[in-house]
Protein backbone atom coordinates (compact mmCIF):
# COMPACT_ATOMS: atom_id res chain seq x y z
CA UNK A 1 0.00 0.00 0.00
CA UNK A 2 3.19 2.50 0.93
CA UNK A 3 4.47 1.68 -2.55
CA UNK A 4 0.98 2.40 -4.41
CA UNK A 5 0.56 6.21 -2.63
CA UNK A 6 3.90 7.07 -2.84
CA UNK A 7 3.88 6.05 -6.58
CA UNK A 8 0.86 7.79 -7.01
CA UNK A 9 2.26 10.84 -5.21
CA UNK A 10 5.69 10.92 -7.64
CA UNK A 11 3.40 11.08 -11.11
CA UNK A 12 0.91 13.66 -9.41
CA UNK A 13 3.86 15.87 -8.83
CA UNK A 14 5.18 14.93 -12.26
CA UNK A 15 2.26 15.47 -13.95
CA UNK A 16 1.82 19.03 -11.89
CA UNK A 17 5.35 20.26 -12.94
CA UNK A 18 4.52 19.49 -16.28
CA UNK A 19 1.27 21.84 -16.61
CA UNK A 20 2.93 24.61 -14.39
CA UNK A 21 6.21 25.11 -16.20
CA UNK A 22 7.13 22.97 -19.30
CA UNK A 23 4.50 24.09 -21.62
CA UNK A 24 4.54 20.30 -23.08
CA UNK A 25 2.28 19.15 -26.27
CA UNK A 26 2.56 15.63 -25.07
CA UNK A 27 3.51 13.15 -22.06
CA UNK A 28 4.86 9.99 -22.74
CA UNK A 29 4.03 7.25 -19.49
CA UNK A 30 5.47 3.85 -18.79
CA UNK A 31 5.41 1.97 -15.70
CA UNK A 32 7.08 -1.75 -15.98
CA UNK A 33 7.13 -4.33 -13.52
CA UNK A 34 10.56 -5.98 -14.14
CA UNK A 35 11.31 -8.79 -11.41
CA UNK A 36 11.51 -6.95 -8.30
CA UNK A 37 12.15 -3.92 -9.98
CA UNK A 38 8.93 -0.88 -10.74
CA UNK A 39 10.38 1.15 -13.30
CA UNK A 40 8.45 5.08 -14.31
CA UNK A 41 9.81 6.75 -17.19
CA UNK A 42 8.04 9.39 -17.94
CA UNK A 43 8.80 12.11 -20.48
CA UNK A 44 7.61 15.55 -22.02
CA UNK A 45 8.04 17.46 -25.06
CA UNK A 46 8.01 20.34 -22.97
CA UNK A 47 10.78 23.39 -22.92
CA UNK A 48 12.92 21.74 -20.83
CA UNK A 49 15.84 23.04 -18.62
CA UNK A 50 19.30 23.97 -18.07
CA UNK A 51 20.11 21.25 -15.34
CA UNK A 52 23.71 22.91 -14.97
CA UNK A 53 21.67 25.93 -13.34
CA UNK A 54 20.79 23.07 -10.46
CA UNK A 55 16.81 23.37 -10.59
CA UNK A 56 15.38 21.54 -8.07
CA UNK A 57 11.85 23.52 -7.01
CA UNK A 58 9.67 22.05 -4.38
CA UNK A 59 8.12 19.27 -6.71
CA UNK A 60 11.47 17.54 -7.91
CA UNK A 61 12.48 17.87 -3.82
CA UNK A 62 9.62 16.01 -3.22
CA UNK A 63 9.67 13.93 -5.89
CA UNK A 64 13.40 13.06 -5.01
CA UNK A 65 12.51 12.47 -1.42
CA UNK A 66 9.57 9.57 -2.08
CA UNK A 67 11.66 8.12 -4.18
CA UNK A 68 14.55 7.85 -1.86
CA UNK A 69 12.07 6.70 0.95
CA UNK A 70 11.15 3.66 -1.22
CA UNK A 71 15.25 3.15 -1.62
CA UNK A 72 14.99 3.88 -5.39
CA UNK A 73 16.99 5.47 -7.67
CA UNK A 74 16.01 8.29 -10.44
CA UNK A 75 17.57 10.39 -12.82
CA UNK A 76 16.70 13.52 -14.33
CA UNK A 77 17.32 14.14 -17.85
CA UNK A 78 16.84 17.74 -19.58
CA UNK A 79 17.51 19.98 -22.43
CA UNK A 80 16.17 22.85 -22.74
CA UNK A 81 14.05 23.19 -26.35
CA UNK A 82 13.83 19.07 -25.81
CA UNK A 83 12.07 18.27 -23.11
CA UNK A 84 12.47 16.09 -19.70
CA UNK A 85 12.58 12.56 -19.30
CA UNK A 86 12.66 11.27 -15.69
CA UNK A 87 13.70 7.67 -15.10
CA UNK A 88 12.65 6.02 -11.49
CA UNK A 89 13.28 2.46 -10.65
CA UNK A 90 11.86 1.57 -7.29
CA UNK A 91 12.21 -1.89 -5.83
CA UNK A 92 9.80 -3.97 -4.50
CA UNK A 93 9.96 -4.93 -1.24
CA UNK A 94 7.90 -7.70 0.81
CA UNK A 95 7.75 -6.53 4.44
Known sequence: ??????IYRILQESFNNVVKHSKATKIDLRIIRKAQIVEILFQDNGIGFNQNVGVNGQGIIGIKERVALLRGTINISSKIGAGTQILIQIPIVKL
Open 1 to 6: KELDIN
